[in-house]
């Protein structure tokens, strides 16, 4: 297809700067959880962005951060091996604040990066009636100053404004190539995988304290049936210690009821579909320090 631009491009930055909604803003469709809590995404999620001129395979990446534990280790070097296999990066920060030294270390590691550096300052909705115009240049040239980028780009995941010009900064680094995927793709993730996340984020919504961070969700069967519009999915939710288990299921069922009702919403909206969501809670001690673990999980830790 002559003309057509295709290529991999890696969203990095530290936690919680709104990599995962951006992506679902220029996807048009949740592919990836969003939360409040920082190190939301554990996986690298491919969003997939296709236009008439050309195919963006986003990989959104675990925010880096120090890790304190194994699968603390297996986000920061996914985040990191992502940049040595894309045609560009879109660095995210939050320009509602200053730089810190989260950001100063990720600017650090992509100075090594061969792949042309993109500096997307999100969060720009929030200066609205709070900061001026000269305190917003001075935001974007601290952030400018941290490293060596191709361009600053103010841009909002929660209005829009800027998306469009990215893409468009994006895809002229990218090389003439095939298109990789069907036009109707915005992941190449397994419905599973997707599924799974959503009733997390629905965990990361409602709980509090240790309980976000030592969850992890498996959908174990999806079935369809075949004499109505219903599909059944079973999932667990997995935690650390008894005490957790207790905090997830509720009393009486109620946080469980209300994780399954908020999930099965979202589900039923990725499938087209009617949902029965049946979900079940069970303690896998430590499993954040347990490599075998973590790979059942999908987390593989790589030598």
Same mark, same amino acid.
């Given at each position: ?58 990989? /959104? ?34 320009? #509602?604040? #200053? ?79 095939? $298109? ?19 009733? @997390? ?23 369809? @049936?075949? /004499?109505?519009? =219903?599909?059944? *999915? ?6 650390? @210690?008894? #005490?957790? $288990?207790?905090? *997830? ?7 469980? $009821? ?20 049946? =979900?079940?809670? $069970? ?6 320090? @347990? ?9 593989? =830790?790589? #030598?």
């Amino acid at each position: 297809m002559t003309g057509f631009r295709s290529g991999f491009v890696a969203v990095v930055g530290r936690p919680n700067v709104g990599k995962s909604t951006m992506m679902n803003s220029l996807v048009g469709q949740k592919v990836a959880i969003v939360s409040d809590k920082p190190q939301t995404t554990r996986n690298r999620i491919h969003c997939i962005l296709t236009r008439s001129d050309a195919q963006i395979v986003f990989l /959104d990446t675990p925010g880096i951060h120090k890790p304190l534990h194994k699968l603390g280790e297996y986000m920061v070097k996914t985040a990191l091996r992502t940049l040595n296999e894309v045609d560009a990066v879109v660095f995210v920060v939050d320009a #509602s604040d #200053s730089p810190g030294r989260g950001d100063e270390f990720v600017a650090a590691q992509l100075q090594k990066v061969d792949a042309p550096v993109i500096l997307a300052a999100n969060k720009v909705d929030l200066w609205q009636g709070t900061v001026g115009e000269e305190e917003q240049q001075a935001i974007l040239a601290a952030y400018a100053a941290l490293g060596s980028f191709h361009t600053v780009l103010p841009v909002s995941a929660i209005d829009g404004s800027g998306l469009v010009e990215l893409v468009d900064t994006v895809i002229e680094q990218l090389p003439e190539g095939p $298109k990789y995927y069907p036009d109707d793709w915005i992941t190449d993730h397994p419905e599973q995988f997707v599924m799974a996340e959503l009733i @997390r984020e629905k965990v990361l919504l409602l709980t509090r304290e240790e309980i976000p961070h030592a969850t992890a969700v498996i959908v174990d069967k999806v079935e369809a @049936r075949e /004499d109505r519009d =219903l599909v059944d *999915v079973w999932a667990t939710i997995y935690v650390e @210690r008894r #005490s957790q $288990k207790g905090i *997830v299921i509720g009393r009486g069922g109620s946080m469980l $009821k209300d994780v399954g009702k908020l999930a099965r919403q979202d589900i039923e909206a990725l499938l087209g579909s009617q949902v029965n969501l049946q =979900l079940w809670v $069970k303690v896998k001690d430590d499993w954040r320090e @347990r490599a075998g673990t973590l790979s059942d999980f999908g987390y593989t =830790l790589d #030598s």
